[in-house]
């Protein structure tokens, strides 16, 4: 499986920005996926989560109440919305994907994008 991370960029805090997945596989709906990111000097840490159906999502408080994970199986694409963002949610974000369900712990994923780097200005 092969994911692309794409949409990141420069955004005020306060603002908003949408992050996206694409996966390369024809399965994509049989696999979780979940995002990461890893700030400057940081260890990579786990950001949300989200079944393979969709109908679940899970999120790291830290970004609870103003992210939404969710995904679109025709289009094997899941996306990040990140509203009313910080300076500290400045960071490279990575998607990953797992057969079953989904998972918090970046191992339990073996499949890996190429992060998108995500700036929040003060």
């Known amino acids: 499986v092969q994911l692309q991370a794409s949409g990141g960029g420069l955004v005020q805090a306060g603002g908003s920005l949408r992050v996206s997945c694409a996966a390369s596989?024809?399965?994509?709906?049989?696999?979780?996926v979940g995002w990461f990111r890893q700030a400057p000097g940081k260890e990579r840490e786990y950001v949300s989560a989200?079944?393979?159906?969709?109908?679940?999502?899970y999120y790291a408080d830290s970004v609870k109440g103003r992210f939404t994970i969710s995904r679109d199986n025709a289009k094997n694409t899941v996306y990040l919305q990140m509203n009313s963002l910080k300076v500290e949610d400045t960071a490279v974000y990575y998607c990953?994907?797992?057969?079953?369900?989904?998972?918090?712990?970046?191992?339990?994923?073996?499949?890996w994008g190429r992060g998108t780097l995500v700036t929040v200005s003060s």
């Open positions: 990953a994907a797992r057969r079953g369900g989904p998972a918090t712990i970046e191992g339990s994923f073996p499949y």
């Open positions: 596989t024809r399965t994509f709906s049989t696999y979780a």
């Open positions: 989200i079944t393979s159906s969709g109908g679940i999502a």
